[in-house]
């Protein structure tokens, strides 16, 4: 089964579109990587989502006043991102692959957002394709701001409940290195495995950041509770120290922000 085939099929299944809201790593995920935008793009200006999903991401930044291009490839996310997006006139959302954005000229967006895409780009030839097309559209001085999954959560979350042999045969080699697969379906990444991806490329780090902590390992206990009261004791705290460094691999979701560099 191609990549493409296989997304179709996962997200034909799962209900994407209010993944942010159910769970509180979902709103922890949300509220965070919104602060990391509203860090870099605090004034209105022209983003490009790939990997949009059903748009919730680009629907509230087209609803603040930026001019918003959303492309996502799951026909079923795309189907429900224009239903979720009708009458939102500076939103335009298309089908699309992140590894090729030659539909879009250099230098076009303030700010790029690549909040899925390296979840499913199994081949290294992939990952620098969509990082380099997502640099490529990115004004001189503007930002990208990439999702990706950490390996060790990925063993942490999924596979300590039993199966651990399985997580650990899926994630790495004998010698300990990640390993990407198609099969895996969502793939995951360390630290400096993630960091070696942007080498070469045309822009400087501005930080790497935890976006959901421990709540995804912790939601998972038939126990766990809490109110919003907590939550939101909870979240000030996440965002006061989510760009801890000790922190970043426990974190389901980790978020690279880094600058265009300026010709």
């Known amino acids: 089964m191609e990549r493409t ?47 949009a999903g059903t748009g919730r991401y680009s629907i509230a930044l087209a609803k603040m006043g930026h001019r918003v291009t959303a492309v996502e490839l799951a026909e079923r996310n795309l189907e429900l991102l224009r239903q979720n997006a009708q009458g939102i006139g500076n939103l335009t959302a298309l089908q699309g692959d992140a590894v090729d954005l030659s539909r879009f000229a250099d230098d076009s967006f303030d700010l790029t957002l690549l909040l899925g895409p390296m979840y499913h780009l ?44 399985d997580g650990l045969a899926e994630n790495f080699d004998a010698a300990y290195r990640v390993r990407h697969f198609q099969e895996q379906l969502f793939t995951g990444y360390d630290i400096p495995e993630l960091e070696a991806l942007y080498r070469g490329l045309p822009v400087t780090p501005v930080t790497l950041a935890a976006t959901d902590g421990i709540l995804e390992l912790a939601e998972g206990r038939a126990d766990f509770a809490m ?24 974190s389901s979701h980790l978020l690279y922000l880094c600058r265009k560099n300026c010709k």
């Open 5 to 51: 085939e296989m997304i179709n099929s996962f997200y034909d299944g799962y209900y994407e579109d209010t993944r942010l809201e159910r769970s509180r790593h979902g709103q922890l995920e949300y509220r965070t990587t919104m602060h990391f935008i509203h860090r870099c793009l605090p004034q209105p200006g022209t983003v490009l989502e790939i990997g």
């Open 122 to 165: 199994y081949d290294r030839q992939d990952r620098d394709a969509a990082l380099r097309e997502a640099v490529r559209v990115t004004r001189p001085g503007g930002h990208i701001l990439t999702a990706f999954l950490s390996v060790h959560a990925i063993l942490f979350d999924n596979y300590l409940r039993g199966n651990l042999a």
């Open 227 to 250: 109110s919003d009261e907590e939550f939101e004791d909870y979240a000030a705290y996440h965002l006061h120290f989510c760009e801890q460094r000790e922190l970043l691999g426990s």
